[in-house]
Every structure is written in C-alpha cells, then in structure tokens.
C-alpha cells in the first residue's frame, strides 16, 4: 500500500512544527537553569525601622542599611540594594554572585533566593535588635 503525497507532506509538517516545540523546549529550561551558589556571608539585623546588614564576605559593601515597614521587601545583591528597574534594564551579568529579596515581617525576616543561593525561599524570627547571619546555604552562626 502507498501513502499518498498529501498525507506524506502532513506528517512531515507535524514532525518539522513537533520538532521546533521540543527544542524550544530545551532551550528555554537551559536558560531558566539556577546559577551555581555564590560565596557569601551576611549579618542581618531587625532594626526599629528597617534592616541593617554587614557584608562579612562576598559582598562589595561593608554595611548596608535601610527603612522598611512590616511587609516590605527590597532587592539586595553584591554590590548594595538594587531597584526592579535597575534589574529589568541591565544585564543580569552586572548582578553576578547573589541576588535575593529581603522582606521585613512582624515576627523576623523572610528572603526569597533570585540567583546564586541554594536556598529559594528562607524565613526565620527575629526580634528588634537582634542578629542572624545568612550564607549562600541558609542560616548559618554569627562568628
């Protein structure tokens, strides 16, 4: 039995538009694949009025402080706290090493990991005054 043309040219069309989606596919997971953890480690205090931090390590700042209300959040990386549209205009490779969204909460703070943590979200009590240091893995001790 012979496959007449018109069926030969429809699967050839379903294989060519199946094989586009499938390396569509691939390609869009390969770009949406987390960085590798930078090295770094922060001292976070709750203050009155905000938060402030100190860079021990892998940061281009020493300390790094501002207000925030109850459930308010701010972008901080490497080289200091950044806004969404300064991430939206630039290259992510001027963000290189760590990027996370730092919230402010009634009971402590809650991070949200953007690029190099192996953490995705981390959350923990803190009362006014109070510290915890912060790495690329979680929370880690104050020395």
């Known amino acids: 039995m012979k496959i007449p043309l018109h069926c030969k040219r429809r699967y050839a069309k379903l294989l060519l538009i199946a094989f586009i989606t499938t390396s569509g596919t691939v390609l869009l997971a390969r770009h949406k694949e987390p960085s590798p953890p930078a090295s770094f480690k922060i001292i976070v205090e709750k ?12 940061t281009a700042w020493v300390d790094l402080s501002f207000s925030l209300r109850s459930n308010q959040s701010r972008v901080v990386n490497a080289h200091g706290m950044i806004s969404l549209d ?51 893995q979680g929370m880690t001790e104050l020395h």
């Open 86 to 136: 300064d991430i939206l205009s630039s290259n992510n490779e001027e963000h290189a090493g760590f990027m996370f969204v730092i919230t402010k909460t009634k009971n402590g703070i809650t991070l949200k990991g953007l690029k190099g943590t192996a953490w995705k979200a981390l959350s923990f009590s803190l009362g006014e005054h109070e510290k915890q240091a912060i790495d690329q």
């Open 47 to 58: 203050t009155a009025n905000g938060i402030a931090m100190h860079g021990v390590e892998g």
